[in-house]
């Protein structure tokens, strides 16, 4: 049996004092017997009825005591926060707590329980649900949570009903109900992405919960075009509280709710009411992003408390009312500028937080003896506090708070991207085109895995139909159809995006045969069906941009030194405490996101599968063609251009001094000595074709050999698909009439530099030699494609980046508005450095094309003279001697704020902009070009100035290299005072700068396909001295030119 607090006057009577004390005993097992014979002198009682009426009848109306009795299981009764608040609550002059016993509970009937004016009851595993409402009906004591409603809770469909009734947002959801003797029988029809239940479709990503609320597993099925399969939640088990599993389809017996998914960037919030007027919110790492539970060095769940918006506040009471628990926990997701409720768990207390346990104690116990106070005639007024005044530490000195960091950044290492033209006519495209409205904007693109699979069955139907007949014509689609169906085929299933089919209306055919589109001329409509595949990230893709992720943390105060350092530093604790305001946006290419994905899970040290990380972190960006462009939708301007480039490069004899000033007008060292390797273009590219065929010979050669014929090449690739990919160039670059398709120079480059890193082990002749003189033509034709001269340049710039270029103005512009960001609530930011930072982060992943065109437009688009500005003089100088931009190519923009100067001044924000070229090429250069370092002092001091003395610094200079991390991220820069600290020994510059040089390619043990890796450029300064005044006129006045352009082409176009 249990203990009740002694009387008035007892513990007195042993020369304790009531607050020594406190007054109430949980009810014990055998082993814990002795807790009753506490030096207190607390008299055992046992709790029979008749024994509280006596003492009732005893005692005076001034030493009558409020009685409150908890009703629960042991496990919740016994546990930490509740022993914890109890403590507190028995500090009330007129509360006694009793704790009913378990045995008391399951055993006796309800006559028999203690008698109590207060009742905190409620429902876990296992406990008589039913028995406690027959109790509160005999005793009728005061409810700290309905028990009635308790049942609601339990059935997740009740739940939503009643959020639904109080107007409170929640996911779009629907009720699937199955009959358990017929599971058959129900309105679930199951696609491929995508469920429909009564009528509505949820597409995925989608949760699966059971409508049993104690039933925790719950699933998140994700689409195809992500990778597929389900995140399966669970009730935590050691450290882990999901796992990824590939199997995609829905279950097929039990009712279920299927809702939308909602992507809150890898964090959910839990949020815990005492009352409608008090709600504590914790942010904890989201179960479904990896599965890892973060714990601290006690084991403990690692979770934040975060301030909620008056919006949620609001919920948080209207949650309370609604559901009649006083005490109530309830999941909050936060997406999309909204909140929604996901989920209410009835009575839950928060688990460590002293703040919290003094609040939640606090709150009830007034609540108490507001209620019953009057009732007992027990004199008593609720005791008036000075509110607590959140006072949040600021930076002091002259140091620089980073406010924003902006990087756009290419994707990833891929496979050779490939592409097969074909001019159809048959019904069966046409009424695919039809089928998925292809008519209403003329063109199509099928990426999901039904229409793969739709063209794959037309394209073998043909087959079938085109049997044996030998014509000319045929053949010649015979070909081109074998072709479409063996890579629709390859890998045997259409997961993830790694093969689209695009179909444009021709109203009269194709216009003129191309170097691939050989058919027969034909009057009439057609469609162009255009096959793209390969172009996947690799996995070596895959590990740079996760080590850039890790890398990129250093950007962020306190994060030298060791990536995960100590707990109270760096960016990790930054977005744990909620004061990092991250957002990733991808372009829709496969490649793309799941770089984006896999650089996410570098920066916060996530540990799983891309899957479930691309899902909740990844934002698609393809609105307004923001990180998108449609590269078949060439400018006029670019169309004229890769005229000219062809007409200058199809001269057969040596470049002319009149040719250098055709083809680099602007002088850039990195074309001029590209032209001095060519020479003559012509015998360059007759060069070029012989090692082709050469190539395609030796590869032959290997598959005619037994012992190499099942060689496996990297990411599984074998020497027929490799074959394939170079006997298609060997077909197009050289056209029938002769000449060479310039157009081609771009894709042997890309073959021949993934070979020559990934498939070395080959032994192949001569491909150095063609990945020299490949190199060298590309390295012409890809940076002059996007113009030759500067208007050229700026003018292709603008129809690709403007849509960006307004989203990173608006980047900065809303960095210094106050914002209802996630914040740290201050009561908490103990330990936590500058608790009033908040960072916003921007992260934009693209191709070539959009990253070429931004660089454009900072270089030409008059963002500074070089003329009058010496540190953008050599900044443009460095630019022009990059001959590549590589994977992984970074433009970073960072904010910085002086709170020591006034905040209208020109001085209190502070750009600097920064840039590296990306991955190293496949063999070291002794003439690559360097820049001045990342944020180097300036020679006027005032960077140097800015760091002096600093403990925190916010300004830091790049990680230097360390060679046991065997890192891809290189730095040959010398170490600051914040480095030194966590790197007892920095190298010597010297010995990193020789680095920089002779560690181009980086080893990983066990790696897929036992492949290099290549390192990667670090962060040039390509000017540290902009004001936020100088980059916003800037960006406006190139987004007002564009817009200006736009109007006087529409303008020409009606009239």
Known sequence: MSELCNGPGRAEEQGWSRRDVPRFVIGCEEDEQDMGQMDAGMKKETFREEDMEDEDENESPSERQIVVGICSMMKKSKSKPMTQILERLCKFDYIDVVIFPEEVILEEPVEKWPVCDCLISFHSKGFPLDKAVEYAKLRNPLLINDLNMQYFIQDRREVYRILQEEGIDLPRYGVLNRDPDNPEECNLVEGDDHVEVNGEVFPKPFVEKPVCAEDHNVYIYYPTSAGGGSQR????????????????????????????????????????????????????????????????????????????????????????????????????????????????????????????????????????????????????????????????????????????????????????????????????????????????????????????????????????????????????????????????????????????????????????????????????????????????????????????????????????????????????????????????????????????????????????????????????????????????????????????????????????????????????????????????????????????????????????????????????????????????????????????????????????????????????????????????????????????????????????????????????????????????????????????????????????????????MFRYGGLLNEEKDQQWKQAMDYLSAVTELNYMTQIVIMLYEDNDKDPSSEERFHVELHFSPGVKGCEDEENVPLGFGFRPASSEGSLEDLSQDQTNEALFVSEPINFQRKSPMIRSRKPTRTESCSEPNPPSDEVVQQAVFSLSLVWIAGFEGCSMVPSIYPLETLHNLLSLKQVEEFLRKVCESCEAQGKAMRSRSAH
């Not at 796992?243 to 949020?271: A, C, H, L, N, W």
């Not at 020559?756 to 001569?766: G, K, V, W």
């Open 233 to 856: 939640l669970f009730r935590k088990i050691g450290s882990r509280s999901s796992v990824y599993s590939p199997e995609s389809s829905v279950r097929q017996t039990g009712s279920y709710i299927y809702e939308e998914f909602m992507p809150t960037d890898g964090t959910d919030v839990k949020v815990y009411t005492v009352g409608p007027d008090y709600a504590h919110a914790e942010a904890r790492k989201s179960p479904a992003l990896d599965g890892k539970v973060e714990r601290d060095s006690e084991g403990k769940e690692i979770r934040y408390p975060v301030m909620l918006t008056a919006m949620e506040k609001l919920v948080a009471r209207k949650v309370c009312l609604a559901f009649k628990q006083t005490v109530c926990g309830f999941d909050l997701l936060r997406a999309n500028g909204h909140s929604y409720v996901c989920d209410v768990n009835g009575f839950s207390f928060v688990k460590n937080s002293m703040k919290y346990y003094d609040d939640c104690a606090k709150v009830l116990g007034n609540m108490v003896m507001r209620e019953l106070a009057p009732q007992l005639h027990i004199p008593w007024s609720i005791p008036m506090e000075a509110e607590d005044i959140p006072i949040v530490p600021t930076t002091s000195g002259t140091m620089m708070e980073l406010r924003c960091v902006i990087a756009i950044i290419r994707h990833g290492d891929r496979t050779p991207k490939q592409k097969m033209k074909m001019e159809v006519r048959h019904p069966l495209f046409f009424d695919l085109f039809k089928k998925y409205e292809g008519y209403k904007k003329g063109k199509l693109k099928l990426k999901k895995p039904k229409q793969l699979q739709e063209v794959l069955d037309i394209a073998r139907l043909l087959l079938v139909e085109l049997g044996q007949h030998m014509d000319c014509e045929i053949e010649e689609k015979k070909s081109k159809l074998e072709q479409l169906k063996t890579v629709l085929e390859m890998y045997g299933h259409f997961s993830g995006i790694n093969r689209k089919v695009q179909l444009t209306y021709l109203r009269n055919g194709q216009p003129k045969a191309s170097s691939e589109e050989e058919d027969c001329k034909k009057d009439g409509p057609s469609l162009l069906l255009v096959l793209k595949w390969g172009g996947e990230l690799t996995p070596a893709g895959r590990v740079q941009a996760e080590e850039l992720g890790r890398a990129f943390r250093c950007m962020y105060p306190g994060g030298q030194g060791d990536y995960a350092g100590f707990p109270g530093c760096g960016l990790l604790r930054l977005h744990s405490t909620y004061r990092h305001d991250l957002k990733i946006y991808a372009s829709d290419e496969g490649r793309v996101q799941m770089t984006a994905a896999a650089f996410a899970k570098g920066l916060l040290a996530l540990e799983g599968e891309l899957t479930p990380i691309l899902v909740q972190m990844v934002k698609s960006a393809n609105m307004n063609g923001l990180l998108d462009s449609d590269s078949d939708s060439l400018t006029d301007c670019q169309q004229k251009v890769k005229a000219r480039l062809h007409e200058i490069m199809q001269k057969d004899q040596e470049f002319t001094q009149e040719d250098y000033q055709k083809l680099a007008p602007t002088g850039s060292p990195s074309l001029v000595n590209s032209m001095k390797v060519i020479e003559n273009p012509v015998k360059t590219c007759d060069k070029v074709y012989a090692l082709i065929q050469s190539l395609t010979s030796q590869i032959r050669k290997r598959l005619e050999d037994p012992k190499s014929s099942d060689l496996q090449l990297y990411h599984s690739e074998t020497l027929e698909l490799m074959l394939q990919r170079w006997s298609k160039l060997e077909r197009d670059f050289r056209m029938k009439n002769g000449r060479y398709d310039i157009s081609k120079i771009p894709d042997i480059y890309d073959c021949i530099k993934y070979d020559t890193q990934h498939n070395a082990s080959l032994n192949l002749e001569d491909t150095l030699e063609l990945f020299r003189l490949s190199r060298a033509l590309a390295d012409i034709v890809i940076p002059q494609e996007y113009g030759i001269n500067k208007v050229e340049k700026l003018d292709i710039a603008q129809a690709y980046c403007v849509p960006l270029m307004r989203k990173i103005q608006l980047d900065l512009q809303r960095t210094h508005e106050d914002e209802a960001v996630n914040k740290l609530h201050p009561l908490y930011s103990r330990g936590v450095m500058s608790p009033g930072r908040h960072v916003r982060t921007r992260l934009y992943f693209t191709s070539e094309s959009h990253v070429h065109s931004l660089l454009s």
